[in-house]
């Protein structure tokens, strides 16, 4: 079985910063890759950024891009998103979701930002911007 657990959510004013973790535990993979979504109240949820296996291809929706950095920490089994210059817009529950994956083979962005994607999601960390 594999864990997912999200942490680092909080309230901040708009402009301000938060960092979210994401561990991964249970059964290890080779290679994987990692996702953040989010949803707000009301609303689907929609893709934020990923990295895959290789921690130097990152993606973004464009609405957080030059904002959030995604990266990983492939020895503590941890993938971040730095999130810098919140809006009010935000603010909603984001997911940590997590897919094995083989090293050397590369895809799009049309793989990684698609919930089905991924095998293993967490429960999510509230992030709320005030204005």
């Known amino acids: 079985q594999v864990q997912v657990t999200e942490s680092g959510g909080g309230s901040v004013p708009a402009g301000g910063s938060l960092t979210l973790s994401c561990a991964i535990s249970g059964r290890t993979f080779n290679s994987y890759a990692a996702g953040w979504f989010r949803q707000a109240p009301g609303k689907e949820r929609e893709f934020v950024a990923a990295?895959?296996?290789?921690?130097?291809?990152?993606y973004y929706t464009n609405s957080v891009k030059d904002r959030f950095t995604i990266s990983r920490d492939n020895a503590k089994n941890t993938v971040y998103l730095q999130m810098n210059s919140l809006k009010p817009e935000d603010t909603a529950l984001y997911y940590c979701?997590?897919?094995?994956?083989?090293?050397?083979?590369?895809?799009?962005?049309?793989?990684?930002?698609?919930?089905?994607?991924?095998?293993?999601w967490g429960q999510g960390t509230q992030v709320t911007v005030s204005s």
């Open positions: 979701a997590v897919v094995a994956e083989v090293a050397g083979v590369y895809r799009s962005v049309g793989y990684y930002n698609k919930p089905g994607t991924y095998d293993y």
């Open positions: 990295v895959a296996w290789n921690a130097g291809t990152t």
